[in-house]
């Protein structure tokens, strides 16, 4: 049995985001942090098989889930919105985990690409339900997303405007999009120093705390709950 802990992310309404840092992509949303927490279970095991099949020497079988540390926040988590940051992400990045999360995002990305691709034209522009996203803007959303982690890796006195307008290409096709913007993350990441690493920022808005161990946690978390959103439109 592998004990896995995920971090409560409470925030308006008592709604609750669950956090998972070792399998980032297992992270979801729930009414209550108990229902949270009794969800969690089922998450870690979906991912943990999802990176198996991506070819992962993931532990197998039972999961005990452990709650350490719950963060109430002032944001509208229903929404999907999230602002926490977790003390683990507090602590440096190494390299060992680096390499694993920079693996993780290749597994993902790998899964969205070949999603998209077979997502016919037609459904990539349907709409589900008024005031939803289309396929299409789902893609374009997850490129905007991956910039704005992007920018949270630069101390707060960079030219985080001039990175943002240089790595945006906000006017290409999205599965264009999301190869140079990733090629642009996967760039800066391959330049992170022992500084960069152990950086501790706050960004605009709202004064967030950002390090490279949440930014990483979070365009992981983003890209595979997207993923899975996704996925539904196979079954229209």
């Given amino acids: 049995m592998e004990r ?4 409560l992310e409470v925030g308006l309404h008592a709604y609750a985001l669950c956090h998972c840092l070792r399998y980032p992509g297992a992270g979801f949303k729930a009414p209550t942090s108990a229902a949270a927490l009794a969800l969690a279970p089922r998450f870690v095991r979906e991912e943990r098989e999802w990176l198996r099949r991506m070819g992962e020497p993931v532990p197998e079988g039972p999961v005990e889930i452990e709650a350490p540390e719950q963060v109430v926040l002032d944001v509208p988590v229903h929404e999907g919105d999230t602002e926490a940051i977790f003390g683990p992400e507090l602590e440096p990045l190494t390299r060992p985990d680096l390499e694993w999360y920079l693996r993780y995002l290749r597994h993902s990305r790998e899964d969205l690409w070949d999603l998209a691709r077979s997502l016919p034209d037609g459904i990539l522009r349907s709409q589900v339900q008024a005031g939803r996203r289309t396929p299409m803007e789902i893609l374009h959303h997850i490129a905007d ?5 992007l ?3 630069e101390p707060e006195t960079a030219d985080l405007r001039g990175i943002w307008e240089r ?13 140079r913007v ?3 993350l996967l760039e800066r990441l391959s330049r992170l120093t022992e500084e960069d690493c ?27 709950y997207h993923t899975r959103q996704l996925e539904r439109f196979l079954t229209l």
């Fill in 151 to 153: 920018v949270r890796l």
């Fill in 167 to 179: 790595s945006i290409h906000r006017h290409r096709p999205p599965l264009e999009r999301l190869q």
């Fill in 198 to 224: 152990r950086r501790v920022a706050r960004h605009d808005p709202h004064g967030e705390v950002w390090t490279a161990r949440k930014v990483l946690r979070r365009a992981i978390w983003h890209e595979r």
């Fill in 4 to 7: 896995v802990p995920v971090y």
């Fill in 145 to 149: 997303a991956e910039v704005f982690y």
């Fill in 182 to 184: 990733r090629e642009h």
